[in-house]
């Protein structure tokens, strides 16, 4: 007989909430019959149309307190569906315990194990002094625009008074358990050139292309040394690098030319670019206004003006009980820079402090990847160990 959670989570994973449509119709539906189940008190603000974002509470024993957020994003990236050895949208599983789906590490796995955590400690009547608030939020995988950065700046969010926020992290392929405690800052910038043009048999000067180009190389001279600083560079408490701690750049677009002979007159190079919050963002930008000298252009698609993040100091008492409560359970701990965004940087940035912390441990990184998947036990243990930290944070008398 298998798990009635892992039964639920399989159900959840069912749901199609892929971009660039997800079904956050049949999703709402299936968070609001839980939280019935579970009893839970429950809203669905849909301030976008077809975007909704659903809360749902429990009260707790001293709602004056500042309350925990429990957020999970509730869209999932689209499938290349030939390479999955099975629908990734059956939530079938293996015969090890796999269940392999779209979303079972990006993040339904944590949105699923909330609900678990929640339902248990009701169950075992462990009513908490702070109130836990479980938010559903749409679009995180492209942005966030209409789910919790518009969320947040609303005063239905302004009067859950959140304390401390838990949200989503990524897999380890080791035992530790990987938490973010900051993210870098997104920019996706383009970049475009105008040029001479003539016939593509001529030695023209100055084209599009030849600016483009020196450009880029810059771009990519920059690149290669931060790629050899997350080689050798260590963090000031003697810890290696992690990619979190490096600006990336990636050249992720092209366009230029409409036909072999014709030199084209205009050139566009789209980068995504990843900035640690160490980084002065002020300077950071010069320097790429530097790369790009006196050409015209630079459209900024995406940008952040500064990264924020949560500060692991013995003051802070949401780190220190998450910390004391990993190193009680014999689980070791990585504390880093998330690579990409999440939802996370909207909370940070409007002072609440906030930890990504997905429990799967052992286990390949599959987040956006072909056969995502995760093991039922491990998605069982994370219950478990939800509970016992949601609890415990909940517990926290003084912030
Ligand atoms: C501009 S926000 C982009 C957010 C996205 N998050 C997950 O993959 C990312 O590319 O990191
Ligand atoms: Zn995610
Ligand atoms: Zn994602």
Sequence with gaps: MENPAVTRFRQYLRIKTVQPKPDYESCTRFLLEQAKEIGLKSSVFEYVKGKPIVLLTWEGRDPSLPSILLNSHTDVVPVFEEKWSCNPFEACKLDNGDIVARGAQDMKCVGASYLEAIRCLKDQ?????????????????????????HFIETNDFKKLNVGFALDEGIANPNDALRVFYGERG??????????????????????????????????????????????????????????????????????????????????????????????DFTAFKNMIEGFVHSEPEIEFVQYNGAAYYTPLSENNIWWVVFRDFCKGRNIPIEPEIFPAGTDSRFLRGIGIPALGVSYIRNTPILLHDHDERINENLFLEGIEFYKDLIYQLANIQKS
């Design 125 to 149: 009547d462990q009513q908490p002094c702070r109130t836990i608030h479980l938010s559903y939020v749409p679009d995180e995988e492209i942005g966030g625009k209409d789910g919790m950065e």
């Design 186 to 279: 997104v920019w996706w910038i383009n970049v475009i050139t105008k040029g001479n043009t003539g016939h593509g048999s001529q030695f023209v000067k100055d084209t599009a292309i030849s600016k483009l180009n020196r450009i880029i190389n810059r771009f990519m001279e920059f690149r290669e040394s931060q790629e050899q600083q997350l080689a050798i560079g260590m963090n000031t408490d003697g810890t290696k690098y992690h990619v979190g701690d490096v600006t990336t750049i990636n050249l992720t677009m092209l366009k230029a030319g409409v036909q072999h002979n014709v030199i084209p007159e205009e050139a566009t190079v789209g980068f995504d670019i990843r900035i640690p919050p160490t980084v």
